[in-house]
């Protein structure tokens, strides 16, 4: 299966600031996904994301406060803008390459 | 819509027995995959096995096997000799073979916390 690099691990941001969180696919993937996971909880679908359109956003989540970029089947950003100590939450992405679904690392932010 | 449920927040194993993790789920579709996932600490979440709703065989990968009950809509995981490097965080997962339905994204469960006693 692919291997997904997710950057950066973690992180701390003053609030109002903003982070953007990069996903690197080793192979190319017609779809991939951003999670948002509160500590010790399940995983909640913030986008979905296909190269040369718009993100599909959840309900819940707008496209202000997390514009995502799919520039090419092998890449993609999720901006976390204007942040607030409510984002603080490890985020997830994830491509889909046939039936299988896998990874990034996550990456913990904490603002504050 | 598709909801996942684990009924089981934390369970806990004795070292080399075997434990076994529920999950059901509710759809009207007929054609779906269901997937378990484990997430330790380090937050990489890593497939463990995978079953395909039209085989009626369960799916099995080494220690890890499931017990799928298409009619009950219940997948529980069973984890046979159990080890330490077992301990993490287990989703149960949903996703739809229907190729229009919502970008074939996964439901997941809330999850079952396993600890894996010595």
């Known amino acids: 299966s692919a291997v997904i690099s997710q950057k950066p691990s973690r992180d701390i941001c003053q609030r109002g600031t903003s982070l953007t969180i990069q996903c690197q696919v080793d192979s190319q993937v017609t779809m991939m996904f951003w999670y948002r996971q509160q500590p010790g909880q399940s995983l909640t679908l913030i986008a979905t994301?296909?190269?040369?359109?718009?993100?599909?956003?959840e309900s819940g989540f707008v496209i202000d406060k997390f514009p995502i970029s799919r520039p090419n089947l092998t890449f993609s950003t999720l901006t976390v803008s204007n942040m607030s100590p409510e984002d603080s939450s490890i985020y997830l992405c994830?491509?889909?390459?046939?039936?299988?679904?896998?990874f990034g690392q996550g990456t913990r932010l904490t603002v504050v | 819509a598709q909801t996942v449920t684990q009924s089981q927040p934390e369970m806990s194993v004795q070292e080399a027995e075997t434990v076994t993790l529920s999950c059901t789920y509710d759809t009207s579709e007929s054609d779906y995959y269901l997937f378990w996932y484990k997430q330790p600490p380090s937050r990489q979440m890593i497939l463990v096995i995978r079953?395909?709703?039209?085989?009626?065989q369960n799916a099995t990968e080494n220690r890890f096997s499931v017990n799928f009950q298409k009619a009950a809509k219940s997948f529980s995981l069973k984890i046979s000799d159990s080890q330490l490097g077992d301990a993490a965080m287990y989703f149960c997962a949903y996703r739809s073979a229907e190729k229009e339905t919502s970008g074939s994204r996964l439901t997941f469960g809330e999850g079952t916390q396993l600890t894996v006693n010595p």
């Open positions: 994301a296909n190269q040369g359109s718009e993100a599909t956003y």
């Open positions: 079953q395909e709703a039209y085989k009626q």
């Open positions: 994830s491509g889909k390459q046939l039936t299988e679904a896998f």
